[in-house]
Every structure is written in structure tokens, then in C-alpha cells.
């Protein structure tokens, strides 16, 4: 733990010190922003009466070149990501416009939503004008998608629950994916974020809002941002309020002109599934969070994430391997026992 916490302090040095130099001034100094799930970091600093965003990206473990790159996608789209004012890729050093403290999670209450989620599916369509082309994303393929519904297993039943699953569910399982993996695949494909959720929208008084998060994008499902966005694994939505805006967001992608060649009850379908394809990967993530970086902080969210999956499968029977899976092995309840264990119930 010791040689952690000198490593920490030594690229915060090497950060202060960098950004000295960038705005000639050697009293600079930064403060703790923000981390997130992943090895980055965030700080602020006051620079002549302005605020900005730094991030300190360690290069030997991420890779500031695609957020760079999608930024400037974005913006060049009207959608509000950070602007970068200085940039160190070989350091991991970013200087970025600051959008506050105030994000989505923070200000969603049933009064303030529609207003706040009509801001950020505006923010969708804009994003669905993005060509692949543009941005050169990468494809989110059967391999990608299959990767990540496999954490699901390897991470959350495995490691966290401590179950072995017998061959028949196993291959029930497989089949499973395998199926929501195709139900990705058929969609339209689109701009996603891969990470639209009420933690990396932030809530700013022009252009609302502001997008953060996003150097993980590629070409992929057009459901996936909104099942990020309207089953949120930070906080939830009756069902009535999530169809009726993936109602107004079919109508708008209409009026906008999308010939779109599949029907309303299609889509929902597509949303469903692609929901349990991303709460699969959320929980398998939230878990290995926890065993691999010991951070605790996200095994509540598991419990709704959850819902989300068992919820989605008993509408459809072609996915009830994975609903008879969680019921059979009373999966719920030894997630509420390691959060007893935890301290977190």
C-alpha cells in the first residue's frame, strides 16, 4: 500500500508540475475533483479568476488519444464536451473547460426530469448524426459484446457469489448472449457514447448538458445510450415514464427524417435486451471493482442492476435461461448477504 500511495503522490508532483510550467506560474497548485471507475483522476484548478478540469490519465494504463479525439467529434457536432486548452498525451495530462460539480444524479428528482432527459436525447440525436467515418470508432461487434456479458460470469457468480454453474446452464447462458449479442447486431448502428448515464451528464445553464466520459465510444446499437440513460444503474424509473419517452423519442427521430424500416414494438424489444446485454456487463464491472481495485463503493447499484435484468427477462422467454439461472440459485438473496458482510445493507 505504501508504494501505491508514492506513486499517487509522484504523478500528482509531476502534474503540478507540468501545469506550472504550461501557465508560467510556479504558486499553481491543484485540488481533487473527481475519480471515476477507472485508474483516471480529476482536478481543478483557478487560473486568473477561471476554472478548469485537469485530468491525469496514467499512460502506462489508459490511453488519452481517443478522448481527444471524440471530444473534438463532438464539439464539432454542437455537443458540449469539454474544450482542451493544454494536452501532455505522453504524460496523461489533460487542461479541460469546467463544467461544475453538478451532475444529472445529483438534480433528477420526478419534477426536474423530463426537462433534464429531453436535453440529454436531444443531445442522442445529435450524436446519431455522427458517421463512423467521422470518428473512425471502432465497431462495437459480437466479440466486444460477448467480452463484456462475459464479466457477468467470470466476475459476479464466479468470484463475487462464489457459484459454479452446472454445463446446462452454462451453455443456457451462452445461448443467452448469443441472442442478445444478434438483437445488438440487427439495430440500427449509431454514435454511442457507451456510457450515457445520469454521472457523466452534468448539468450546465447553456447547452445542457455537459458531456464527460466518453473516450470509450464506438459504432454500435442505436438503443444502447438510451438504455444507459432510462435504465440508469444509479437510480431507476416507473416503467410508463421510460416507454412514454422512447415513445417521443421515436416520434423525433421521425420529424427529424430517420427512415426507419422497424416498428415501435421492435424497438422496445431492442431496448429491453440491449438492457440486459449492459446490466450483465454493469454488475460483472461494479464486482470486479470491488475484488481487483477494491473499491466497495458500487455493490450497492448491483441489487437494481439486477432488477433491471430479471425484470426484462420474464417478459421474453427466449431469454428465461438467464431469469431461471438468478431464481434458481436464490442470486438476490446472496447479494444481499454480501452486503450484510460488506456493512453496505
Sequence with gaps: MTVIKMQGDKRRWQ?????????????????????????????RIVKSGKCYVVMDAPPDKEDCEPFVRVAQTLRSHEIQAPKIFH???????????????ICYLDELTSKTVDKLYRDAIEVLHKMHQIQAKDDCLPSYNDELLSSEMGLFKSWFLEQLLDLSLSDVETKGLE??????????????QVFVH?????????????????????????????????????????????????????????????????????????????????????HMKAVGIFSRLLIRDGKSNYLQDIPRTLNYISQAC???????????LIENHNINERMKQVLLEKGLA
Excluded at 508540475?17 to 482536478?43: G, M, V
Excluded at 455537459?210 to 432510462?230: E, K, N
Excluded at 421515436?250 to 422497424?262: I, M
Design 15 to 43: 502534474l503540478e508540475n507540468w501545469l506550472q510550467k504550461t501557465f508560467q506560474d510556479k504558486t499553481l497548485k491543484c485540488e481533487p475533483a473527481s475519480s471515476d471507475a477507472s485508474f483516471r483522476r480529476y482536478f
Design 87 to 101: 494536452r501532455s498525451e505522453e504524460d496523461g495530462f489533460l487542461v479541460l473547460s469546467d463544467f461544475g460539480s
Design 175 to 188: 445461448n443467452t448472449q448469443a441472442k442478445l449479442s444478434k438483437s445488438a447486431t440487427e439495430q440500427p
Design 194 to 278: 457507451r456510457d450515457y448515464h445520469s454521472r457523466n451528464l452534468m448539468v450546465t445553464a447553456e447547452n445542457n448538458p455537459g458531456v464527460i466520459d466518453f473516450q470509450d465510444a464506438v459504432y454500435g446499437p442505436l438503443t444502447y445510450d438510451l438504455v444507459s440513460l432510462l435504465r440508469d444503474c444509479y437510480l431507476s424509473w416507473p416503467d410508463e415514464k421510460v416507454y412514454a419517452w422512447l415513445d417521443a423519442f421515436l416520434a423525433e427521430r421521425k420529424a427529424r427524417g430517420f427512415a426507419d424500416d422497424f416498428d415501435s414494438s421492435q424497438f422496445y424489444m431492442w431496448f429491453d435486451w440491449m438492457g440486459v446485454q449492459r
Design 314 to 324: 420474464c417478459r421474453y422467454q427466449a431469454l428465461a435461461p438467464l431469469s431461471e
